[in-house]
């Protein structure tokens, strides 16, 4: 037991490695005079701008605002993937009637429709949640209808053969077997949503991360955009980390989620 926990914080530390070698070069660069302070702020620059927007809350402030506009958006657009998804991945007839045009929808790339979600919501709130929503909305439903319809048909023949109801049917065998493929989408999704908002805070935005790091851009503050930068990738990051951790405690039964 002792062994395989110090085999898993190994390989946790294992990939912080590569990260870390990366910032000690960049830092060593920065410092003789290899990297312009004009292109690229050192790290240790980038750690002092985020103890000065600690110490002043404005940091917190803009995260918290990016964070619940990506979540809220989130919510909206993977719960309709999800309900689509289930949807026609269940009924035949729900997918003859939706699919097609859902399919052509989503070949639009979403972030091309920023000047019309702009004419329609102007640039509030109600915009930026839009997009959030319509870049989640794909991959979950996408990967949840490819689940469903990637489960054992002689499963679902044996679970009706051993009388279980629809709902039995649907909670025993459908939904456990379509699991994997959906928490592929949700990862997907995750990235996508933190990749939209970047997008639309730094369009038109009076807060967030986004608008953090164009009002230091106008000022010139190179270290305050890097921070900004960062703190995306850690949010991404950490959001991709909780999924995985759902994945693993909601699989524990799927082999390839066992651990040797």
Known sequence: ?????????????????????????????????????????????????????????????????????????????????????????????SRDVTDTTLQMVRNIPHLALIPLVILWFGIDEEAKLFLVALGVFFPIYVNTLLGIQSVDPQLVEMGRIYGMSRRELFFRVI????????????????????????????????????????????????????????????LGKLADSLARLLERFTLQWHPAFQRA
């Open 1 to 93: 037991m002792i062994k395989r926990h110090a085999a898993s914080y190994l390989r946790t530390l294992t990939g912080w490695a590569l990260p870390a070698i990366v910032i000690l070069v960049w830092e060593i660069a920065a410092r003789v005079g290899w990297i312009s302070p004009n292109v690229m702020a050192a790290p240790s620059s980038v750690v002092k701008a985020f103890l000065r927007l600690f110490a002043s809350g404005e940091l917190f402030e803009n995260i918290g605002v990016s964070t619940l506009r990506a979540l809220s958006g989130f919510a909206v657009g993977g719960s309709i993937g999800l309900v689509f998804g289930l949807a026609n991945g269940l009924s035949t007839l």
């Open 175 to 234: 939904l456990p077997g379509a699991l994997p493929a959906i928490f592929v989408g949700l990862r997907y999704a995750l990235g996508i949503m933190w990749l939209t908002l970047i997008v639309a805070e730094t369009i038109a935005a009076s807060s967030g991360l986004g608008y953090m790091a164009m009002q230091a851009r106008e000022f010139l503050l190179i270290d305050v955009v890097v921070l900004s930068i960062l703190i995306y990738a850690l």
